[in-house]
Nanobody
């Protein structure tokens, strides 16, 4: 059974940092692309960052570029999202996801096959 578990969320003041982790199990993930999305109450799920299966290419939304860094472990079934200079507008539930093929590019949620349950990030002003 495939399972993705996010961790590392919490409450932080604006300007602070958090590091989210994702651990996947139940199949081989080393050949899958990985992404992070977030969803705030009343809003649609939003792309945050993605990394190719081999770790060579990364993608970021304009809102987090320069502040967040995505990475993945050598085994391919773990990943992290380092979040610096956090802002109140970064408050959301953050999800990791894996994709067999980005049919519509790395930022489209429809291209991801496996999703975690999310971890809450709250940034206070």
């Amino acid at each position: 059974q495939v399972q993705l578990v996010e961790s590392g969320g919490g409450l932080v003041q604006a300007g602070g940092s958090l590091r989210l982790s994702c651990a996947a199990s139940g199949r081989t993930f080393s050949s899958l692309h990985m992404g992070w999305f977030r969803q705030a109450p009343g809003k649609e799920r939003e792309f945050v960052a993605a990394i190719t299966w081999d770790g060579r290419n990364t993608y970021y939304s304009d809102s987090v570029k320069g502040r967040f860094t995505i990475s993945r472990g050598n085994a391919g079934n773990t990943g992290s999202l380092q979040m610096n200079s956090l802002k109140p507008e970064d408050t959301a539930n953050y999800y990791c996801a894996f994709s067999g093929a980005w049919r519509s590019g790395p930022s489209s949620p429809e291209g991801y096959n496996y999703w975690g349950q999310g971890t809450q990030v709250t940034v206070s002003s």
